[in-house]
């Protein structure tokens, strides 16, 4: 069944009771929480700008070539691959963007990509392409997928109110629309020229989260 490419359909998309797995991480909170740096809603605030800025500019930019350019799919993983340095942060992406194939395929016609746990934007992207979504539509729902996860997971961890913690995702909805607008402007550029921007404290953190015994979520 091909998706309409209708608001609506991008809602089930960026849906965060997705049975994709994306429950399972924190995309680094966790590990932030631990070592003291994020403990307020203040803290949390500056913790989701930082991440939107770098790993959701880069998310949102991979998730739209993908939507645009199916066909190279397999450079585009290559090149998300090149861009995350930390072992545990690829190892929770192809696991994300296995899960997240596999609730796609159960709504829409996904063609099968060139290996079975693509990275999670690369992914994204192809799910996107295949219900029938325009990569500015990719672009936006990955950006705001990378603040609503940790945001959903900070009150787990730390027992923020969750009105305030949905306030503060509201408050960054136009910082998402500004940054999946940037990731646009290199939908037509090469793989090496995509967007780079790293948070290497998050990559460490991720390595040291990964050794832990007892832990909430898997990233």
């Known amino acids: 069944m091909t998706g309409s490419g209708s608001l609506a359909t991008l809602l089930v998309l960026a849906d965060g009771r997705l049975p994709a797995g994306g429950h399972a991480h924190s995309s680094g909170l966790e590990a932030q929480v631990s070592a003291g740096r994020v403990r307020t809603l203040t803290d949390l605030a500056g913790f989701l700008t930082g991440r939107l800025a770098t790993g959701g500019l880069v998310a949102a930019a991979f998730a739209a070539a993908a939507c645009a350019r199916t066909a190279a799919l397999a450079e585009l993983d290559a090149g998300l691959d090149a861009r995350t340095p930390s072992p545990a942060l690829r190892t929770a992406s192809r696991a994300q963007g296995r899960a997240l194939l596999r609730a796609g395929r159960a709504m829409w016609t996904v063609p099968a990509p060139h290996r079975p746990d693509v990275h999670q934007p690369v992914a994204f992207g192809l799910i996107a392409a295949a219900a029938g979504l325009p ?65 290497p404290l998050l990559d460490i953190g991720a390595e040291h989260h990964a050794t832990w015994e007892v832990r909430l979520f898997a990233s």
Not at 162 to 169: E, K, S, T
Not at 172 to 185: E, M, N, Y
């Open 135 to 199: 990569p500015t539509h990719a672009a936006v729902a990955a950006a705001h997928g990378t603040v609503s996860g940790p945001a959903s997971a900070a009150v787990r961890l730390l027992g923020l109110d969750p009105y305030g913690v949905h306030a503060l995702l509201a408050r960054l909805a136009t910082d998402c629309d500004a940054v999946a607008a940037t990731a646009l402007t290199y939908l037509d550029k090469p793989v090496d020229e995509l967007p780079a921007d790293g948070a």
